[in-house]
């Protein structure tokens, strides 16, 4: 069953019952003369700018573009003493070379103070970076702390194929807290290997 509007009331229709009468007649002559307002008022148009929105730099790194760390992949479990690893097929005398400090870094990342995913994203970028500026050697300060990110970097790090060594940084790098990595970039081994910076 549908409900019924009631009919509208308007000054012209009159009261609707006796005991309205006086009120009506008294409003209707208090108003007598008068004229409904114009629409005065403009509503604001939204106008469009002219200005292209900014865009981020080419070299600001995306999600799309880091790579992917397996938390799941461990095969560093004991990360107390010294740690060492080349990328099978590469030069063994690689991580030597990291260990007595003949590589100088060209960039240092710093992870104190970090989360694991922050960590993760800080080293992906890291790594991106390297590749786009054709640096070879990196210094990543994962610290001791709880060892958490001391037990993860490594881990991580042997997931990239663009590593091709790390080694227990030297002490003027940080010792226990830090890695010392060989990278990979785009010119052949011999030419990688005579590039290397000498400190």
Not at 120 to 145: D, P, R, S
Not at 153 to 164: K, T
Not at 178 to 195: G, M, P
């Amino acid at each position: 069953m549908q409900k019924k509007n009631p009919p509208a009331v308007t000054a012209d229709s009159g009261p609707r019952n006796n005991a309205d009468q006086d009120e009506f007649l008294l409003f209707r002559d208090y108003v007598a003369g008068t004229r409904p307002l114009k629409q005065d008022k403009i509503a604001p148009v939204a106008t469009r700018s002219k200005q292209k929105r900014p865009t981020l730099p080419s070299n600001s790194l995306t999600a799309e573009k880091l790579f992917f760390f397996s938390d799941e992949f461990e095969i560093f479990a004991e990360t107390q003493g010294t740690l060492s690893y080349v990328q099978n097929g590469d030069d063994p005398h690689l991580a030597g070379r990291l260990r007595r400090g003949e590589l100088a870094p060209q960039v240092v990342l710093d992870l104190h103070g970090m989360t694991a995913q922050q960590a993760k994203t800080e080293l992906a970028g890291l790594l991106q970076y390297c590749e786009q500026q054709q640096f070879n050697c990196a210094c990543v300060v994962h610290g001791k702390g709880l060892g958490i990110l001391a037990k993860k970097v490594p881990n991580w790090l042997i997931q990239h194929p663009n590593v091709r060594a790390f080694h227990t940084a030297p002490r003027s790098w940080g010792k226990h807290g830090a890695l010392l990595l060989l990278l990979k970039i785009n010119q052949s081994t011999e030419q990688q290997f005579r590039d290397l910076p000498e400190r």
